[in-house]
Nanobody, 123 residues
């Protein structure tokens, strides 16, 4: 599975972005998908995950209510709508795929990773 993330950029605090991750090379609808992020000097952290149907989602406490994960199986794409951004959201955001339809918040449970897209939030 190849994953290509896009949509990052520089945004002021309070702003919004829509991150996208396009998948290829495997039946997308069979994969659980997730977003992780890594801030400078910190470990990679779970952000959100979505199961194969798109009906089950999970979020980290730090983004709950501000970020929304969704997927379009017809377009082989998963999205992360990020709203009400704060400087602590500054990080490289990675999409990941798992060879199962069930979601998980642990990075080592994901088999495939994209290259990351950078989000910078200015105060």
């Amino acid at each position: 599975v190849q994953l290509q993330a896009s949509g990052g950029g520089l945004v002021q605090a309070g702003g919004s972005l829509r991150l996208s991750c396009a998948a290829s090379g495997r039946t997308f609808s069979s994969l659980a998908m997730a977003w992780f992020r890594q801030a400078p000097g910190k470990e990679r952290a779970f952000v959100a995950a979505i199961n194969w149907t798109g009906r089950r989602m999970d979020y980290s406490d730090s983004v709950k209510g501000r970020f929304t994960i969704s997927r379009d199986n017809a377009k082989n794409t998963v999205y992360l709508q990020v709203n009400t951004l704060i400087p602590d959201d500054t990080a490289v955001y990675y999409c990941a795929a798992r060879d199962t339809s069930w979601i998980d918040s642990r990075a080592n449970e994901y088999n495939y990773w994209g290259q990351g897209t950078e989000v910078t939030v200015s105060s």
